[in-house]
């Protein structure tokens, strides 16, 4: 099986899920009530699972018995990735539809013309390890035989299809490999049909949202209460969710020193230019890293002589648990700037976000 399939078409499907500020998320976690996300993410994970299980297979046994249960293996696997791609199909194409319907050109030498592909090999499904003690084939109840190598044509395996019925005679059913990996790679291959449309879908979201005019706010504050409420709706990005609510933080916050009071201004005026640019990437839906965000200004040592007391910091911050450390890492702040920013415990939390803000851009 090696060299039939390789696992890149669904790690870049995968990718893809994944890419676009995670849109495909966003959009089928709940749609119409149903969270499809979750099986999109079934789906890819048991496509994963099949073709990596396909790159790895053992050459066919030489004993009949081994070599059946292989095959019976490999129909599982195709079987897997076949209806893992007619779900996929279902969730971005159309969940009306199923694909390959109709379509009669995996199988040529086929026992029962009047099924399709898809149907056929059901029937291989069911004939060859699936249920072969109890089929049902045109309402007529059949079991399979012991697989064996037939010598009167060149098919893989050969089972007959015994009848429930007295004196009916039996059907004869060939497996041939290289039709079960026609039918294999064909649907392997129509994920980059659904990954054409989930890019499809994104842009078609991007152009409908694109349009939908972001309000401008002269003060900032409000601009950015706009904008938190645009990011959730547009994709509700975490990286951007985080900067926006940093900077209502950096604005919110009353500076009660008049020593300070124009450090902030100025400061605070510095991140104009960053939340311009969150509403200009939000009104395009272009959902890429700022160029600068809430640090636009930082040029100072103190980021690296507080390397330990910073991350720490921003955890207690973000999170709101309290840290038994909170008056040590106060203390170290005061230290390392010789008390011009005053630190303390009492302070507002947004206050203090912004005083440490300032701190790392003097």
């Not at 450390?325 to 005053?342: I, P, S």
Request: negative net charge; aromatic residues 12%.
């Amino acid at each position: 099986m090696k060299g039939i399939v390789s696992d890149d078409k669904i790690s870049n499907f995968r990718d893809l899920v994944n890419s676009n500020s995670k849109f495909v998320y966003q959009i089928y976690k709940d749609k119409g009530g149903k969270n499809l996300f979750n099986l999109v993410c079934s789906c890819m994970d048991w496509i994963s699972v099949s073709v990596r299980h396909l790159e790895n297979a053992p050459e066919f046994d030489s004993n009949i018995d081994v070599k059946c249960m292989q095959v019976y293996s490999l129909i599982s696997s195709i079987d897997l990735v076949s209806a893992s791609v007619t779900q996929l199909h279902r969730v971005f194409v159309n969940e009306q539809t199923e694909p390959f319907k109709g379509e009669k050109k995996s199988f040529v030498k086929r026992l029962f013309e009047h099924e399709d592909d898809n149907t056929y090999f059901k029937t291989l499904r069911a004939s060859f390890g699936a249920h072969p003690v109890s089929l049902n084939q045109s309402n007529s109840r059949r079991f399979a035989s012991w697989p064996f190598k037939s010598h009167l044509n060149n098919a893989d395996l050969t089972v007959h299809l015994y009848s429930r019925e007295i004196g009916e005679e039996d059907l004869t059913l060939n497996i041939y490999i290289s039709e079960l990996l026609k039918f294999l790679t064909t649907r392997y291959d129509y994920l980059e049909v659904i990954a054409e449309k989930v890019q499809s879908l994104f842009e078609e979201y991007q152009t409908a949202l694109s349009k939908q005019i972001i309000e401008a706010k002269s003060d900032p504050l409000e601009q950015l209460y706009v904008l938190r409420t645009e990011s959730e709706m547009r994709l509700d990005n975490e990286y951007y969710n985080s900067e926006i609510d940093d900077l209502i933080m950096i604005f919110e916050a009353k500076v009660t020193d008049a020593e300070l009071l124009h450090l902030a201004d100025s400061y605070k005026e510095s991140l104009l230019p960053t939340i311009e640019e969150i509403k200009t990437n939000l009104q395009s839906m272009n959902i890429v890293d700022l160029e600068a965000g809430s640090d636009v200004k930082s040029s100072s040592n103190f980021g690296r002589e507080l390397g330990y007391e910073l991350p720490k910091f921003y955890t207690w911050i973000h999170s709101g648990r309290y840290d038994p450390l909170f008056d040590y890492y106060f203390e170290r702040f005061n230290t390392v700037t010789k008390g011009k920013f005053k630190f303390c415990k009492n302070d507002d939390r947004k206050l203090t976000f912004l005083k440490v803000k300032l701190m790392l851009a003097t």
